[in-house]
């Protein structure tokens, strides 16, 4: 369904009953990155997934700061406000793990529990923080002047990405098909208005973050395993896991060890939950 939030139209798909789980799509993704999954999650949650502004089947304004951080916060507690969503847990992806972590900063009360697959908390420093900017804002004139269907080539050649080419040649099609659903406006967008180099850091605030949260990332993935790590020392509530041969799209490389973490975790927070309410 689509739904109008802030001037700009969302699509939005929901399954299920009991307990509110937001599955947030990283960059290049959409709802469909999720189909696979909602099953199963809608057995034990009431499904919402969301396409991100210029992603998928929602908008893609023309102007880049519509697509800033705290601009996308802002939407997403406006959508849980117009389904009468007092309290949520969160699934987010890279990019949509990093929405996920400014949106339980920005409103804790709102959000139960994370669940962050190959996330970053931000750059640490201002010069980091430049560099990747002038990186994104590169790679957003190239998705405008190449084409889209150039850059999902040259996005699926990233050293990130190198796990993946060992997945069957029908699982990679699918992904290429569903990232060339995206339109290159909202993406070039995308990256100049929330790209890594755009997003506040969020380290100096880990400690103070006490949302219980779940960490996964595949163990090739050597550059996330590594910010999961240091994460890790900062969270006060915090499970670390790590999925063998798995890079950094867990959810694509082992479907099946991602479901049974993610549900495991949820059975046992809202368990917990229900105790000390019982208590």
């Given at each position: 369904m689509q739904i109008t939030i802030n001037n700009n139209?969302?699509?939005?798909?929901?399954?299920?009953?009991?307990?509110?789980?937001?599955?947030?799509?990283?960059?290049?993704?959409?709802?469909?990155?999720?189909?696979?999954?909602?099953?199963?999650?809608?057995?034990q949650s009431q499904v919402v997934a969301v396409d991100l502004l210029g992603h998928g089947q929602s908008a893609t304004p023309a102007e880049p700061s519509r697509y800033r951080m705290e601009c996308c916060v802002s939407d997403l507690l406006s959508l849980l406000d117009q389904l009468n969503l007092a309290q949520i847990d969160v699934l987010g992806y890279?990019?949509?793990?990093?929405?996920?972590?400014?949106?339980?900063?920005?409103?804790?009360?709102?959000?139960?529990?994370?669940?962050?697959?190959?996330?970053?908390p931000g750059l640490d420093s201002a010069a980091a923080r430049e560099a990747r900017i002038v990186a994104d804002n590169a790679l957003a004139d190239q998705i405008e002047s190449e084409g889209l269907a150039a850059f999902v080539e040259y996005w699926e050649q990233l050293p990130l990405f190198a796990s993946q080419r060992l997945l069957p040649d029908d699982v990679r099609a699918k992904q290429r098909q569903q990232r060339l659903q995206n339109n290159p406006q909202?993406?070039?967008?995308?990256?100049?208005?929330?790209?890594?180099?755009?997003?506040?850091?969020?380290?100096?605030?880990?400690?103070?973050?006490?949302?219980?949260?779940?960490?996964?990332?595949?163990?090739?993935?050597?550059?996330?395993?590594?910010?999961?790590?240091?994460?890790?020392?900062?969270?006060?509530?915090?499970?670390?896991?790590?999925?063998?041969?798995?890079?950094?799209?867990?959810?694509?490389?082992?479907?099946?060890?991602?479901?049974?973490?993610?549900?495991?975790?949820?059975?046992?927070?809202?368990?917990?939950?229900?105790?000390?309410?019982?208590?």
């Open positions: 139209n969302f699509y939005v798909k929901q399954k299920g009953n009991g307990p509110t789980l937001l599955l947030l799509h990283g960059f290049t993704g959409s709802v469909a990155t999720w189909l696979p999954f909602i099953p199963s999650f809608a057995e890279s990019m949509g793990g990093r929405v996920a972590l400014q949106l339980a900063a920005v409103a804790p009360l709102r959000v139960r529990s994370l669940m962050l697959e190959s996330t970053s909202g993406l070039a967008n995308s990256l100049r208005g929330m790209g890594t180099g755009q997003q506040p850091s969020l380290w100096d605030k880990l400690d103070q973050m006490t949302t219980p949260t779940l960490l996964t990332v595949g163990a090739l993935d050597t550059k996330f395993c590594g910010i999961a790590s240091e994460m890790a020392t900062h969270l006060p509530n915090v499970r670390v896991v790590t999925v063998p041969d798995a890079g950094h799209t867990i959810h694509l490389e082992q479907p099946a060890t991602f479901i049974k973490t993610v549900q495991e975790f949820l059975q046992e927070f809202h368990k917990t939950k229900e105790t000390l309410y019982l208590d």
